[in-house]
């Protein structure tokens, strides 16, 4: 037998499959439901005779600043499911980017912190969107996509890891700071050209920022976005107990103590004495305090026959 076979050399654990099924749940199950979306999408195409039109369902969940103004908030957040069905690369290219950094930062924050942060960059995104079209008189623009959230996953993975080199097309070694500053740089002149009207883009660039701002805020102040909202858990249960311990009109408090055993179960020659907790409570009691007259530490107990106790 060769040393390797022995029990203690054998390596325990899931194989490299299992070991990769197991990492970034949260991001494939991200993935499948932009996947899902999407093919929900090409399934319901928009009117021939409307060349605006966007297809029932996209239409519905894509953002508007003006329908968000009219109330149809869930927009804020449905945006970042939905890609323009016309082409492969928008959904293709924004799925590869969630994983290749979203799946390392899932791992670091855990799978419930990471959807968190994921949800509230795409809101924060949309928000962003439309400050924009309000201050610049865009109110029936629309946008779609998951850009502003991937960005936040990519600005929050840079500042993790800055000095990680990938390979830009498989070939130009390139470290993570850069490449991802380059985006946002990139972003930031898109940005501030349409502003001054030299530079006309399709893309949200306003989203993109959005979503790079507040990855860099939650590393710099090292945030974390469930202890930020209220735990619904830990208030049912706050407001059982309050409705538990609140004293009822007319009534005496309950506490939620047992009930003494009846008075016809006691005799009225029962001594705490006898038991053996308080016999061990008493011998260190003599031994710290000095006795009293020669009188026990513990003096006998009498309860009444039929007597009901409530302790208030």
């Known amino acids: ?9 054998r390596r325990e654990g899931p194989g490299f499959l299992a070991s990769f099924s197991s990492q970034g749940r949260v991001c494939k199950y991200l993935i499948l439901a932009n996947a899902i979306v999407f093919i929900l999408q090409i399934l319901s195409p928009p009117d021939p005779k409307d060349p605006l039109a966007l297809g029932f369902f996209t239409d519905a969940f894509v953002l508007k600043p003006a329908e968000v103004l009219h109330g149809q908030i869930w927009r ?42 994921y949800l509230v960059s795409a809101i924060l995104g949309g928000v962003a969107f439309c400050a924009w079209a309000m201050l610049f008189k865009e109110a029936n623009a629309s946008c779609l996509g998951a850009s502003g959230a991937v960005t936040a996953v990519m600005v929050l993975f840079a500042c993790h890891y800055p000095t990680r080199v990938i390979y830009l097309w498989m070939l130009l070694p390139i470290p993570i700071w850069l490449f991802v500053g380059f985006q946002v740089a990139q972003d930031l002149f898109l940005f501030v050209g349409s502003i001054k009207g030299q530079v006309h883009t399709t893309t949200a660039v306003s989203v993109h920022l959005g979503g790079a701002l507040f990855g860099y805020v939650y590393y710099k102040r090292n945030w974390r976005v469930l202890d930020m909202l209220p735990s619904l858990r830990n208030w049912q249960r706050d407001r059982k107990a309050r409705s538990r311990f609140r004293a009822k009109k007319g009534r ?18 029962w001594k705490p004495s006898s038991m053996p907790c308080c016999k061990k409570f008493r011998s260190t009691a003599k031994r710290a305090l000095p006795k009293v007259s020669g009188k026990s530490f513990c003096a006998p107990v009498r309860f009444t026959k039929n007597a009901d106790h409530d302790f208030v």
């Open 76 to 117: 804020l957040l449905s945006y970042a499911f939905l890609h323009d069905y016309t082409t492969w690369s928008h959904i293709v290219f924004n799925m590869l980017f969630l994983w290749w950094f979203g799946h390392e930062i899932e791992e670091m924050y855990g799978p419930r912190e990471f959807l968190a942060f």
């Open 1 to 9: 037998m060769g040393i390797y076979d022995r029990e203690y050399y």
């Open 252 to 269: 005496a408090l309950r506490w939620p103590w047992p009930r003494l055993p009846s008075a016809a179960t006691w005799t009225n020659s």
